[in-house]
């Protein structure tokens, strides 16, 4: 009897342990003991495993373990620490392959703490003190939607295996650049995405539109919300109403079943309408409308629907001219520009391009299952002073096609300009960031006159098209003699 007393008491014993372990686990970083303490309490009763560390240093220690099969489902961490801060464990875990949540809390709630930790990976963050629902709501949120990430690191040479994900309009979502254009633009994302304002992206094919508009949707109060991107410039003028709106069943010929619209499916998060540019006047009226409204009528519905959406709109057109020609409403114009973001054209990010493409290397290498390890001199130099009228689009087409058909370990100039040459109808020798590598000087002096001339006399336009600096170009323009 005693015997299997014990073992019913074992039994009960590893069930319970059991239990334990399929609870999600949750590491706290805080030096705070005594708050640390209290979150640890209260979310242990709503049924987390948690542990708590006072420093980075125990926290490394605990992760470190964690690697080797103890897991934890997400951290949490203060951003100020006694011996560094929630940024240096967040750098140590993208380096020692920790591949788990990460929400920064901090009582320092500066928009650029935040941004900063979103780039470097961090999935959210919530100032302190933490108000207890929100904070549940970004714990679940994380743990529902994570999967491991595969983190490219873009450089020079490229190592198999780094790839990204395919995705951002056929882009790999990854790296941002470094350019003081890159910059700029990133610090115009990160002051218009935490608030509720429509913004308007302009610029060329290719340069990146969609990524930006998920990357202020990211860092905006609706992160936790649905992305719908919706292309403007595909959907036809019959079906807009549809497209937009939804519709009920029998609405119309074909309508077997209800649909739900962009606006709707959008709702609590943001609505990403591409080349907005394209839609005719008609759809441009009822857009405009539930825009004013803010409540859509599905074709075919007696009853309205209230929509809460932020607006972000994209297009490579000029919508002033066509609202000066009056094929774009004036009003709904307005409506969608509250906040203007410009595209700079890869051709304007120079130290970007070879960041850029060794990025898409990386991302060819593993999708095409290749092993090249970079670009040697010559290729690089041409990269840099290709203009890359496509943008990303083109230079991931490129990196991809001259991948697949590289013979040796490096790319060179000679596999570079036969893909350069085949994805564009333009003879490559006719281009004047790119031609060949410079062979001597006078080669050199014609392309700096020829950038001069591409350029009205800009100097400063002159040196981005030759991928070099400023002072660069003046100090060749001296030694050439050139006015």
Request: aromatic share 6%.
């Amino acid at each position: 009897m005693a015997y299997r007393d014990n073992f019913i008491t074992f039994a009960v014993k590893i069930k319970v342990e059991a239990l334990r372990y399929m609870k999600k686990r949750i590491l706290i970083v805080e030096d705070d003991i005594t708050y640390g303490t209290m979150m640890k309490t209260w979310l242990g009763r709503r049924g987390f495993a948690v542990e708590l560390a006072g420093r980075v240093s125990d926290a490394v220690h605990i992760l470190s373990g964690a690697v080797q099969g103890d897991g934890f489902d997400l951290v949490l961490s203060d951003l100020r620490l006694p011996d560094h801060d929630g940024l240096f464990l967040l750098e140590w875990m993208n380096r020692s392959g920790v591949c788990i949540p990460f929400i920064m809390m901090t009582s320092y709630a500066e928009i650029q703490n935040a941004v900063t930790a979103m780039k470097k990976g961090a999935r959210d963050y919530i100032s302190k003190p933490c108000q207890p629902d929100m904070l549940l709501e970004k714990i679940n949120d994380a743990l529902a939607s994570h999967v491991a990430p595969d983190r490219p690191v873009a450089g020079r040479p490229a190592a198999k295996g780094n790839g990204g994900k395919s995705g951002m309009n056929g882009l790999e979502d990854c790296i941002e650049g470094e350019s003081d254009a890159s910059r700029q633009l990133y610090r115009m994302v990160e002051l218009v995405a935490p608030t509720p304002m429509s913004v308007l992206i302009l610029g060329a094919s290719g340069t990146g539109k969609e990524y930006v508009a998920r990357r202020i949707h990211g860092l905006s109060r609706r992160a936790a919300g649905p992305f719908v991107a919706l292309d403007c410039g595909a959907v036809p003028k019959d079906v807009a109403a549809s497209e937009f709106f939804g519709h009920v069943k029998g609405a119309f010929t074909g309508a077997d079943s209800d649909k739900t619209g962009a606006f709707e499916a959008a709702a609590g998060g943001t609505l990403f309408l591409d080349e907005v540019g394209n839609l005719s006047y008609d759809v441009q009226v009822q857009l405009l409308r539930a825009l004013q409204e803010r409540r859509i009528r599905p074709v075919g519905a007696m009853r309205e629907v209230e929509v809460d959406i932020r607006l972000v709109c994209a297009t490579n057109g000029n919508l002033r001219r066509q609202v000066a020609d009056g094929t774009f409403r004036e009003d709904l114009y307005h409506r969608i520009n509250e906040f203007t973001v410009n595209m700079p054209p890869l051709k304007e990010r120079g130290t970007d391009i070879m960041l850029f493409a060794g990025h898409f290397l990386n991302c060819a290498n593993e999708q095409l299952s290749r092993d090249v390890k970079g670009f040697d001199t010559m290729a690089e130099e041409m990269m840099m002073r290709y203009p890359w009228p496509g943008n990303l689009r083109e230079m991931r087409n490129v990196v991809r096609r001259v991948v697949l058909t590289a013979q040796g370990t490096y790319i060179t100039a000679e596999d570079l300009e036969a893909a350069l040459q085949t994805v564009s109808s333009e003879p490559v020798t006719d281009r004047v960031a790119v031609n060949r590598p410079l062979r001597d000087a006078d080669e050199e002096r014609v392309r700096i006159e020829k950038a001069l001339r591409e350029t009205g006399g800009n100097k400063s336009k002159a040196a981005q098209l030759l991928g070099i600096d400023r002072k660069t170009i003046y100090n060749k323009m001296a030694r050439y003699g050139i006015d």
